[in-house]
């Protein structure tokens, strides 16, 4: 089983910084289609998670573009690249490229 | 608008039995896979099952494999999880979500059924 690890668990950023949350798969979930089967998810309190990017990189429609997703193979990144204070949630990255689809543990993102 | 609509939940004793139901709508049913992921009380989401389009092609997570039951009646755009011999790390908030999340990323989620096991 593929298992993925977020780091950090939490992290605060000012409002307007940039915020960066790593996802690491324990194997490649690189295809030869050329595809990175990973997402990412926000999840606010009480809400349930919502999806932010997909194929690594590829942005769901209506999600602000300060959202982008990087990385490939084993190492990918989420990055905010002006905290507003809507973004306070719980960001899980999840691999879709083998059973049992995987989720990371969670970074929760705070405002300092 | 897509909705999907939980129901279904509720408190059961350990060895107990539940059927959860989704009911999805503004969308063609039918063209989608569907799962369940469950979320544990202040915990992360856990995958727990998944199945095609048609339901000819079902997975499910080890932590539930031969104790529930992945369904789905198209012509009623509903899923369905059927829960049985439940035990108390079942305990968990359970989400439907739009898309086969063993194949591919789901774009849409239910706000979730609570299913409490506790005697």
């Known amino acids: 089983d593929i298992v993925m690890t977020q780091s950090p668990d939490s992290l605060t950023v000012s409002l307007g910084e940039r915020a960066t949350i790593n996802c690491k798969s324990s194997q490649s979930i690189y295809s030869s289609n050329n595809k990175n089967y990973l997402g990412w998810y926000q999840q606010k309190p009480g809400q349930p998670p919502k999806l932010l990017i997909y194929?690594?990189?590829t942005r769901e429609s209506g999600v602000p573009d300060r959202f982008s997703g990087s990385g490939s193979g084993t190492d990918f990144t989420l990055t905010i690249s002006s905290l507003q204070a809507e973004d306070v949630a719980v960001y899980y990255c999840q691999q879709y490229y083998s059973t049992p689809p995987a989720f990371g543990q969670g970074t929760k993102l705070e405002i300092k | 608008e897509v909705q999907l609509l939980e129901s279904g939940g509720g408190v059961v004793r350990p060895g107990g039995s539940l059927r959860l139901s989704c009911v999805g709508s503004?969308?063609?049913?039918?063209?989608?896979?569907m799962s369940w992921v469950r979320q544990a009380p202040g915990k992360g989401l856990e995958w727990v099952s998944s199945l095609n389009w048609f339901g000819g092609s079902t997975g499910y997570a080890d932590s539930v494999k031969g104790r529930f039951t992945i369904s789905r009646d198209n012509a009623k755009n509903s899923l369905y999880l059927q829960m049985n011999s439940l035990r108390p790390d079942d305990t968990a908030l359970y989400y439907c979500?739009?898309?086969?999340?063993?194949?591919?990323?789901?774009?849409?989620w239910g706000q979730g059924i609570l299913v409490t096991v506790s005697s």
């Open positions: 503004g969308f063609t049913f039918d063209d989608y896979g």
């Open positions: 979500a739009r898309g086969d999340i063993a194949v591919a990323p789901t774009d849409y």
């Open positions: 194929w690594a990189s």
